[in-house]
């Protein structure tokens, strides 16, 4: 889709390089904030957006992710690869 | 008899999630899950979304994990099944096949159900509720033919509706009992804000009314108002609140309120027994009082909780809720405890006039909760400031101004209370 916003991840211990926003999906349930609040944000269109990529561990992100009601939240390994969803 | 050392009833996001939590924390022990509905985890918030609905997000996106997740984690699911009664001394759920299931610890997270509309002609074909995704289905259906709608109620059900009516181009009207939307949990002011776009988008806002009865020959053709005045419209959208359902386990000595009533760690009064989800109040530490909420973030937090304090883990659940809506390009949030009362100090920050309005929530020195249209970028800071308990008496100048920044507030100021 067209509307995805990237943020590029740089923490030392993480295997997540890249988290993508999909603000077409966002639908600012705010699941995301709930679990790592130091992670994501919502603006004032009320969408999600990173405000700290590299704050929140791994398994912490994954699990903002995966609380998200309609998986606008997209993470990628350090090849590149989408890890989830 | 089948005896498990977890049995969680309801499989929504609060069940689900103390089931993964549980599978987290103990990956050997015997885990069941009984749901009222036959699938594993979808995404109740998509149900009421305008872009799910037209189609804008596949309808498989709906679907939160794969609906093989139980059997892949090895829990037992059982599904279509509901809870016929809870022995609590003999440690049994029976079950409405007449099965029986022994627990070591039991999760009640069954929800709450839409409130059903008591009025003649309200069991019409063409009267929706929306709870579930098969509700959700009948309503996708329905709107493919549907020339004119009705919708019931001046919350987030009916403003979601509504919209997505509007952008369906079906001729929508919208019955409320109050004298502006979402009153009283808004102002005057902000339930204005929402009726404007709701206008704007041609949908008509009937306030201070009530209906008397749902007309039609088999189908809904219209609704009468207790003034008289008919409303013609093929389906009907019932928003009208939750209730409880509490026969199931009436018996069992468990303690309830408006829900099923617990301490700080979700546990009920009964040995062995938690509940989490919609249907739990719970001792709110940051309120100091018993509360019930009914939103996912909340939800899926405690569901989380409940299953730490299961498997062992002694956690608190201590979180400031919030929900949001958004639609017509208006946002709507709401954060901590948005009740009102007597007893309440109400900040207002921005103007309608300028489409950017909050109203900041204050008990004595502290924020409690806050409503904000157009605002929802400092839901962040807000949930911050409640749940660190800022003493904000001395800070009424910088609350009023819009364009303070209010993460400067979470800097400077000392805690009251060191939770």
């Known amino acids: ?85 | 008899m089948e005896k498990y050392k977890y049995v969680i009833v309801g499989g929504g996001v609060a069940g689900f999630t103390a089931a993964e939590t549980l599978r987290q924390k103990d990956v050997s022990a015997t885990i069941a899950v009984i749901n009222s509905e036959p699938y594993a985890l979808y995404s109740r918030v998509m149900l009421s979304k305008p872009d799910f609905f037209l189609g804008k997000i596949p309808f498989d996106k709906v679907w939160m994990r794969g609906q093989d997740w139980y059997e892949k984690n090895n829990i037992t699911f059982f599904g279509s099944k509901t809870a016929a009664s809870l022995d609590a001394d003999k440690k049994i759920v029976k079950l409405s096949d007449g099965s029986e299931l022994g627990y070591e610890k039991l999760l009640i997270a069954t929800g709450v159900c839409a409130r059903k509309w008591g009025i003649p002609g309200s069991e019409r074909e063409g009267v929706y509720y929306l709870r579930t995704i098969d509700d959700g289905k009948k309503i996708m259906e329905a709107i493919k033919s549907a020339k004119r709608a009705v919708t019931i109620g001046g919350g987030f059900i009916s403003f979601e509706m509504a919209d997505l009516f509007a952008l369906a181009k079906i001729d929508t009207s919208v019955v409320i009992r109050e004298n502006y939307f979402w009153e009283p949990t808004l102002d005057e002011a902000s339930g204005k804000m929402i009726e404007k776009v709701l206008t704007g988008s041609g949908v008509k806002i009937i306030n201070n009314a009530e209906v008397q009865e749902v007309v039609g020959e088999n189908k809904v053709e219209g609704i009468v108002l207790k003034d008289g005045r008919k409303i013609e419209c093929d389906m009907v959208i019932c928003g009208i609140g939750v209730a409880c359902d509490f026969n199931w386990f009436a018996s069992s000595g468990i303690k309830t309120n408006r829900g099923i009533l617990a301490d700080e760690y979700l546990q009920t009064n009964l040995p062995d027994v938690w509940t989490a989800g919609d249907i739990a109040e719970y001792n709110d530490l940051l309120l100091e009082e018993n509360i019930q909420l009914g939103n996912w973030v909340n939800a899926h937090e405690q569901g989380r909780i409940a299953g730490l304090n299961m498997a062992g883990v002694h956690e608190p659940f201590k979180f400031v809720s919030f929900y949001t809506t958004q639609g017509m390009g208006i946002s709507v949030a709401f954060v901590g405890d948005t009740r009102p009362g007597q007893d309440r100090i109400i900040i207002k920050r921005g103007y309608p006039e300028i489409n950017s309005y909050a109203r900041i929530i204050i008990v004595g020195k502290e924020l409690v909760g806050a409503t904000l249209i157009n605002r929802t970028s400092e839901l962040s800071v807000i949930a911050k400031l409640i749940e660190n308990n800022i003493d904000v008496s001395q800070k009424y100048k910088e609350l009023e101004d819009p364009n303070f920044d209010l993460k400067g507030l979470l800097k400077t100021e000392v805690k009251i209370i060191q939770l």
């Open chain 1, 1 to 85: 889709m067209a509307n995805q916003k990237e943020y590029i991840r740089n923490r030392a211990d993480s295997n997540i390089s890249k988290i993508i926003i999909d603000r077409d999906l966002c639908i600012g349930a705010a699941s995301c904030i709930a679990v790592s609040g130091s992670t994501f944000e919502l603006d004032n269109e009320n969408k999600a957006v990173v405000i700290g990529a590299d704050t929140a561990d791994d398994e912490t992100l994954k699990m903002a992710a995966e609380s998200c009601p309609t998986k606008a939240i997209l993470l990628f390994d350090k090849e590149g690869k989408q890890v989830y969803p």
